[in-house]
């Protein structure tokens, strides 16, 4: 039984966590149309940039991805990794509920298989999970978080070099490095004044390791198929913080109930796996193009 101030941070930390996936599954939906009513181009022009911020529906889904983000932030600060990753990345079934509603997308056998794994997976997680361990770490931890992202940008230069699938597989898991890392900095960032934060390497993390995510997986999306670009970076990014959450940080399930939380965390995970083929046009695996392929793939691409 947790203590009753522990019991209330941890249902402050699992509400922002579930309003903040809504946000990120229904901002992803809003950017797709908005991105649709915007002239085609193949490459960034300033025309096309105006033509998006014009568009109310693209800026309401970054704003979405915005106030997700915010909501995240709160989350990791107060519950365990593990639990914040598998909820966060859930998104992808909000994603595709949504798309159904708003894009006329269709679900497969293998999408609402991948949703109601999610659900149960995540159910089983916050029934096990514990308290969140320390958000504090020492100044090495926080000086690797930022040789990390140096390393993946770096790589993320090579690869941009080579075209297929193995490089858009290579590309999604450094995009899903570079999110991983995003979460560990946020946890244990010093937030105890504008000096700490920053003089803090962990900021500068955050940061780097943001944007060179994003970077990353738009280059992984340009070279192979949702899936090629998806599956792998969702494995990184929820199964490496987890991993140094409990390894580093002190982050542990509810005595007795370990089998729950870990057992919630695979089958979350393996949801998401599942769903990371909804964003895949049809064209592109076994059977004909459907209508609104296309506008399914672009919404599948999971903001952070």
Not at 15 to 27: D, I, M, W
Not at 171 to 184: D, E, I, P, R
Not at 258 to 285: D, I, K, N, Q, Y
Request: one cysteine or more.
């Amino acid at each position: 039984m947790l203590p009753r101030d522990a019991g209330r941070r941890m249902l402050l930390g699992l509400t922002t966590a579930l309003v903040a996936t809504g946000c990120f599954g229904f901002g992803a939906v809003f950017q797709a149309r908005g991105a649709r009513s915007a002239p085609r181009a193949d490459r960034v022009r300033a025309g096309l940039l105006a033509a998006l911020v014009r568009s109310w529906q693209f800026l309401a889904g970054t704003l979405l991805d915005i106030v997700g983000f915010v909501l995240s932030i709160v989350a990791l600060r107060s519950l365990p990794l593990f639990l914040v990753q598998a909820v966060t990345n859930g998104s992808l079934a909000v994603t595709a509920l949504a798309a159904v509603w708003l894009l006329g997308a269709h679900l497969h056998r293998g999408d609402v298989a991948g949703i109601l794994a999610v659900v149960v997976g995540l159910t089983l997680l916050a029934l096990g999970s514990g308290q969140e361990g320390r958000n504090h770490a020492p100044a090495a931890f926080h000086w690797s978080l930022l040789a990390t992202t140096a390393v993946m940008l770096l790589a993320t230069l090579v690869l941009a070099r080579r075209d297929g699938t193995a490089a858009a597989a290579g590309l999604g898991l450094l995009a899903g490095v570079g999110f991983g890392v995003t979460s560990l900095a946020v946890r244990v960032l010093d937030v105890s004044g504008p000096s700490a934060i920053l003089t803090d390497p962990a900021a500068y993390s955050l940061a780097v390791g943001g944007l060179g995510g994003y970077l990353a997986y738009a280059l992984a999306l340009q070279r192979g198929t949702v899936t090629a670009a998806t599956a792998a970076g969702t494995v990184v990014e929820t199964f490496g913080p987890a991993l140094v959450g409990v390894a580093a940080l002190g982050d542990a399930a509810r005595p007795g109930f370990e089998w729950c939380a870990l057992t919630g965390f695979a089958v979350a995970v393996g949801g998401t796996f599942l769903l990371s083929r909804f964003g895949e046009p049809e064209s592109e695996s076994a059977g004909p193009s459907a209508p609104h392929a296309d506008t399914a793939a672009e919404a599948a691409a999971p903001p952070r």
